[in-house]
Every structure is written in structure tokens, then in C-alpha cells.
């Protein structure tokens, strides 16, 4: 069964500085990859996603993340961060062959942006 | 933009009581998802739902759980006899064809 290691529970870093969240999965078969962000009393929301082609991915709001397939892992990076991005975030794989595609999330990261 | 909705945003229940969690899925999509979040945990699968009928479940989607859409814009999932620690946050979520998944706000449901 795939699984998803996030190594870090919770990452605070100061306002502007860069910022890295880490994330592996197990499985050495092909995947989607996706980071989710939760704001406080919100729902998931997708930030980026990997399905095939360019193993670097961006979202509008600056993050980015590679898909690294001979290290299995997927972190997502964000060269500035603002206040606004204190937030969970949650990477998660899914099988492409397998007709639910369900989702098997990691723990999840708690970004903390300090002023 | 179209979005997942869910309802209601807390419920507070009784042990061995029944709970309903509704949700509104995206009009056009065709897959269904249940997810749950206990306080603290990942965010695990439940159960999934497509062409009227479960795909795929969890181990923790047993005899007490159940879904149904039963008029074509309502997706539910059905606790029968709730236990304290089905005390979690549960998200809904639907997909199209393509691969992304659009989740709910959540549902939190409190068994005391």
C-alpha cells in the first residue's frame, strides 16, 4: 500500500525567508502527486500538482515543487513566504491505475510565517 | 467558480445515536469521496463512489457506515451507531474526469 512521509510536523520561518516542506511516498510505481493547503477553519484546497511531463510544477501563488522519482519524494518550495501563507499543508499520492484514484494523504506540515 | 458544500459545519450527537453528513458535490462530476481527520492524524480515505454505486473503501468504512446519492446532487455518508471515536473532521470531495480532487469545508462531528 503507498504511503506518504511528511518529515516535518511544523516549520516556522520568518517572514521573506525561504522555506522548504518535505514530502516521500513510497511507492516505486508511476503516481500523481499533489499538495493540498488548509487555511484555519477552511477546507483542502489543491495547490500544485505532478501528473506527468515537467517534473517542476508551479501554483499562481509562488509555490513549486519537483518530482523527484529516483529519491520518491516531492517537496514543495516557496522562495518568499508571506504571512498570508501560514497554513497546513498536506501532500498526497494517488495510483493512476486504479480506477477510484484515491487519495493517501501525508501527515501534514504546519507552516508558520513569523514577522 | 463551482465548489464542493457541505452541511452541517458541526454536529454534536450522542453515542449509538445516527448521524447524517450531506454534501453538495460540483455539478458536472462524476466521482465522490468521503475523507476523515481525526483531531492531530492524516487525513484518511473512507470510501469512494461512482456511477451510483462504492468503488473503492477503507478498512474503517465497516457495516456502520453507508452512502447514497439519493437525488442526483446530494451526496451522504450515514453513521448508524456513532462511537466517540468517530469524532473526526469529515471532508467530501468530487473529481471530474480529469484528476483533481475538489474537497469540502468539512463537517465536524463531536460523539459524546
Known amino acids: 500500500a503507498q504511503s506518504v512521509t511528511q518529515l516535518d510536523s511544523q516549520v516556522p520561518v520568518f517572514e521573506e525567508a525561504p522555506v522548504e516542506l518535505r514530502c516521500n511516498y513510497s511507492s516505486s510505481v508511476s503516481v500523481y502527486l499533489f499538495w493540498y493547503v488548509q487555511y484555519p477553519n477552511q477546507g483542502l484546497q489543491l495547490l500544485l500538482k505532478y501528473l506527468s511531463g515537467s517534473t517542476l510544477v508551479k501554483s499562481i501563488n509562488g509555490f513549486e515543487a519537483e518530482f523527484n522519482k529516483s529519491q520518491t519524494s516531492f517537496h514543495l518550495r516557496k522562495p518568499s513566504v508571506h504571512i498570508s501563507d501560514t497554513a497546513e499543508y498536506f501532500c498526497a499520492v494517488s495510483d493512476p491505475g486504479q480506477g477510484a484514484q484515491k487519495l493517501v494523504f501525508g501527515q501534514g506540515t504546519r507552516l508558520t510565517i513569523n514577522p | 467558480e463551482p465548489e464542493v458544500t457541505q452541511t452541517p459545519s458541526h454536529q454534536v450527537t450522542q453515542m449509538g445515536q445516527e448521524v447524517i453528513l450531506r454534501c453538495v458535490p460540483i455539478?458536472?462530476?462524476?466521482?465522490f469521496y468521503w475523507y476523515r481527520q481525526i483531531l492531530g492524524q492524516k487525513v484518511e480515505f473512507l470510501v469512494s463512489?461512482?456511477?451510483?454505486?462504492?468503488?473503492?473503501k477503507s478498512e474503517i468504512f465497516d457495516d456502520q457506515f453507508s452512502v447514497e446519492r439519493p437525488d442526483g446532487s446530494n451526496f451522504t455518508l450515514k453513521i448508524r451507531s456513532t462511537k466517540l471515536e468517530d469524532s473526526a473532521m469529515y471532508f467530501c470531495a468530487s473529481r471530474a474526469v480529469s484528476y483533481e480532487q475538489y474537497f469540502g469545508p468539512g463537517t465536524r462531528l463531536t460523539v459524546t
Open positions: 455539478s458536472n462530476h462524476l466521482y
Open positions: 463512489f461512482y456511477n451510483n454505486e462504492i468503488s473503492e
